[in-house]
T-cell receptor, first 113, second 107 residues
Framework: DAGVIQSPRHEVTEMGQEVTLRCKPI?????LFWYRQTMMRGLELLIY????????DSGMPEDRFSAKMPNASFSTLKIQPSEPRDSAVYFC???????????FGPGTRLLVL | KNEVEQSPQNLTAQEGEFITINCSYS?????LHWLQQHPGGGIVSLFM???GKKKHGRLIATINIQEKHSSLHITASHPRDSAVYIC?????????FGAGTRLTVKP
């Protein structure tokens, strides 16, 4: 298996632009997680899906952030409009069941200028 | 006060030394995870445990639910163990993370 796939690996954009991060979980995994990592706040869980349904999005910072999982093999995290404070590494992870052992993607390093 | 506290924040060891990283938490959890983040940024899940002890190669993780404490041990440490080790706890529908322990193992 190729593991969790994220794209793009790096993104540089200007403040106000829309940013879309993509994730393909490991085939057969039922849960998908989006995390953000910054120097100041460390790792934070933004949202997670179980069987394509969002379970808890209380970690989503504000309305500028949205996440979708239209099918079992694809998820997006969208930021619109982006702000410099959104600069971070965004990780996607998947697991077979809920908050069990998770497999992390390589991350997307986002820089908003 | 953070819900998940790790100690030490930074640790430098000589190759071959026995290493212990500690994690204390203040909330009710369903499981505790130990993650390893490599210098390149990739994250690997090392252990998930809800009781007792688990061992994988030179790594051992223990948890004491009553004391709300977990330890990660590395025996015969090697420079390739140099990484940030992160403790995370699973709540009912959420996760909380420690700030991480940066381990450097010198040859």
């Amino acid at each position: 298996d190729a593991g969790v796939i994220q794209s793009p690996r790096h993104e540089v954009t200007e403040m106000g632009q829309e940013v879309t991060l993509r994730c393909k979980p490991i085939s057969g995994h039922n849960s998908l997680f989006w995390y953000r990592q910054t120097m100041m706040r460390g790792l934070e869980l933004l949202i997670y899906f179980n069987n394509n349904v969002p379970i808890d999005d209380s970690g989503m910072p504000e309305d500028r952030f949205s996440a979708k999982m239209p099918n079992a093999s694809f998820s997006t995290l969208k930021i619109q409009p982006s702000e410099p404070r959104d600069s971070a590494v965004y990780f996607c992870a998947s697991s077979f069941v809920g908050l069990e052992t998770q497999y992390f993607g390589p991350g997307t390093r986002l820089l908003v200028l | 006060k953070n819900e998940v506290e790790q100690s030490p924040q930074n640790l430098t060891a000589q190759e071959g030394e026995f290493i212990t990283i500690n994690c204390s938490y203040s909330v009710g959890i369903s499981a505790l995870h130990w993650l390893q983040q490599h210098p390149g940024g990739g994250i690997v899940s090392l252990f998930m445990l809800s009781s007792g002890k688990k061992k994988h190669g030179r790594l051992i993780a223990t948890i004491n639910i009553q004391e709300k404490h977990s330890s990660l041990h590395i025996t015969a440490s090697h420079p390739r163990d140099s990484a940030v080790y992160i403790c995370a706890v699973s709540l009912s529908n959420d996760m909380r993370f420690g700030a991480g322990t940066r381990l450097t193992v010198k040859p």
